[in-house]
């Protein structure tokens, strides 16, 4: 039996390779593999070697669906969020753990209320809000709020981003909108504030809030700044959750010259994509879309290299990230002639590998909402593996089984 064979041997040999849903199963039979499934030590190690052999995908639609894909892009699976009174917005995957926000009205609540999701193993913690939110409500209103989701190699911690666009009021007089950057950590369960950049005169870094102009990868989370906050819209910033910095650099010369804007921004072989267009009209499936891969260098320099360019084919649509194996993910939908509030929606895979050029649109298995406007939803993929994390967390601090 397995709880007869050496420790060492069951992690090293069998347990790593086995899925979430065996290993629990064998938790529960014997106390001595359910010791060693919970261990930190052990969750960490499953959660890297599921991320590089089992890696997939997950879509979001906006309001409260997600579809998983395998690496394939075919279907393997809706995943439920136990919270369906609600509509919410995922902000970020990483290692089996989603973050996912509240659809956020200023007007009725405080502060956006934040969750950590393991639809694997049906475990959900929610993040209270920090002190400074809730300590003088009565002089601050918050206006919007844009949130990533990373991982910390130094600390192996995960952290949740907020960028808080706010309102002061004080004797009945309102001041400038200003920005709050807060950092939650999920070992230490708690809040902090983070400087806003290393220059005092920048003071506005608040994202565009478009479709596809945030992202998170390998422990930093990107955003185009809003051209109304942002004096200089030619950049692009990103918090690091390692050392929790706020960094910028410009985009493309190219592109600033020539007036081009950003169509989305994504990320390929763990370096920063950017899309853009020469053409006024963002939907305009015409258009020449360039991408632009950020090279970070020594001493935190960057330079731009021109990687490639997207067909003006209206079967392709337009970019939305690159895929795991360096695969164009676009996005495209074509209003209904019966009714001009349903349309439909599709995410489509262009390949251009060795200059055999295959189109693939991939059945999403979502529902429309015509009650939605299509031009607000949310289409965002995420690459997702399975993990056991929150499986070893102590209890009492908020999570719940479903």
């Known amino acids: 039996m397995l709880c007869d064979i050496p420790e060492e ?57 997600i579809t998983r894909l395998d690496k394939r892009f075919d279907f393997i699976e809706k995943l439920d969020f136990p919270f369906k009174h609600f509509k919410f917005q995922l902000v970020g995957a990483c290692h089996g753990l989603l973050c996912l926000t509240k659809e956020f009205r ?3 609540e405080k502060f956006p209320t934040t969750f950590i999701w393991n639809p694997s193993i049906r475990l959900v913690k929610e993040i209270l809000p920090p002190d400074i939110i809730t300590s003088d409500p009565y002089y601050i209103t918050y206006k919007n709020c844009v949130s990533g989701f990373g991982f910390d190699c130094t600390t192996n911690d995960y952290k949740v981003f907020h960028i808080l666009l706010a309102k002061f009021s004080k004797q009945n007089h309102d001041v400038d909108h200003v920005v709050i950057n807060l950092v ?7 809040w902090r504030v983070i400087e806003n950049d290393t220059n005092a005169d920048d003071e506005s870094t608040y994202p565009t809030i478009c479709t596809g102009c945030t992202t998170s990868f390998n422990g930093s989370f990107y955003w185009i700044p809003s051209k109304k906050y942002e004096s200089s819209p030619e950049l692009i910033k990103w918090f690091d959750f390692c050392d929790e910095k ?68 209206p079967q392709v649509g337009l970019p939305l990230d690159i895929g795991l194996d360096g695969e164009t993910l676009c996005w495209k939908f074509q209003d209904s002639m019966e009714n001009s509030k349903c349309f439909s929606y599709s995410i489509v895979v ?14 999403t298995h979502i529902v429309e909402d015509s009650d939605v406007d299509k031009h607000i939803r949310v289409r965002e993929t995420f690459t997702y593996s399975e993990s056991l994390l929150l499986l070893g967390l102590r209890k009492g601090v908020g999570i719940n089984r479903y």
């Open 246 to 313: 706020i960094r910028k650099t410009r985009l493309p010369r190219a592109v600033v010259k020539n007036d081009q804007y950003v169509v989305c921004i994504g990320s390929l072989k763990n370096s920063l994509v950017v899309f853009v267009s020469d053409d006024e009209q963002k939907n305009n499936f015409q258009c020449r879309i360039s991408a632009w891969v950020m090279m970070k260098e020594l001493g935190q320099t960057t330079t731009w290299v021109h990687q490639f360019s997207v067909p003006n084919d």
């Open 184 to 190: 939650h950590s999920l070992n230490a369960d708690s």
């Open 106 to 108: 200023p007007k009725k």
């Open 350 to 363: 262009y390949d251009d590998v060795k200059q055999r050029k295959s189109i693939r649109e991939v059945d």
């Open 9 to 65: 041997v069951l992690e090293e040999h069998v347990l790593w390779r086995l899925s979430v849903k065996t290993l629990v199963k064998l938790g529960f039979a014997c106390k001595s593999l359910n010791a060693i499934v919970t261990a930190p030590r052990f969750i960490s190690k499953h959660a890297d070697w599921s991320a590089k052999n089992q890696p997939g995908y997950l879509i979001n639609h906006g309001g409260c669906e």
